[in-house]
């Protein structure tokens, strides 16, 4: 079976690699991909006062799916914990980028769907389920061939996939991954009289 699953994985790579050229996706960070999309859905209003309109643009956030395979770990514990530490150090690159990169600095909101169940809540993620339907539903077939794929750990290549959208806004990236510094000069530009 493992003849199978490399097989998959490297069929899989080929399509990612085809999607991050086509929607020029940038690495940030050991583990993220991010690229710009338009907003076509309805207003949405953060608690921290941020509201996404349709037309706006929105930074997408995409897993590195093959640094996953890389994760060395024979535990699904041991896989999460690791990934938290990449994904914790990929969030710190996005804050920095977010606040010095032009491709990235005008974006007041990140977006993701991801197979993950709602989570996050931690780190400033804001989710909400996937309305039921045919999207769903394709999504977690999808979720499920690549965790299939690419999970280090084979206790987690069964996982049962629940998409779910994920939420960040600039200001909650700021406030949680930016630095002390970094921050203080974020707010002050943003209180200066115009």
Aim: net charge positive; proline share 6%; hydrophobic share 40%.
């Amino acid at each position: 079976m493992d003849w199978l699953r490399s097989l998959v994985q490297r069929a899989l790579v080929h399509v990612d690699g085809r999607y991050q050229r086509a929607n020029h996706l940038q690495p940030v960070g050991p583990i993220l991909y991010v690229g710009r999309a338009t907003y076509l859905g309805p207003t949405i209003r953060f608690d921290d006062q941020t509201a996404l309109k349709t037309g706006d643009d929105v930074g997408m956030l995409h897993f590195n799916n093959v640094r996953f395979s890389q994760i060395e770990s024979s535990t699904s514990t041991g896989a999460a914990l690791r990934f938290t530490r990449l994904m914790l150090e990929s969030m710190h690159d996005l804050a920095d980028r977010a606040f010095r990169d032009p491709a990235f600095c005008d974006l007041s909101v990140f977006h993701a769907v991801s197979w993950l169940p709602a989570h996050g809540q931690r780190i400033g993620f804001v989710t909400r389920p996937l309305p039921e339907g045919l999207r769903k539903h394709l999504l977690a077939v999808w979720f499920r061939l690549l965790v299939w794929a690419f999970a280090p750990a084979p206790e987690s290549r069964g996982a049962r996939p629940d998409p779910h959208f994920y939420w960040l806004t600039r200001k909650t990236l700021l406030q949680r991954f930016a630095g002390k510094e970094r921050l203080r000069r974020h707010q002050h530009v943003e209180t200066r009289p115009v």
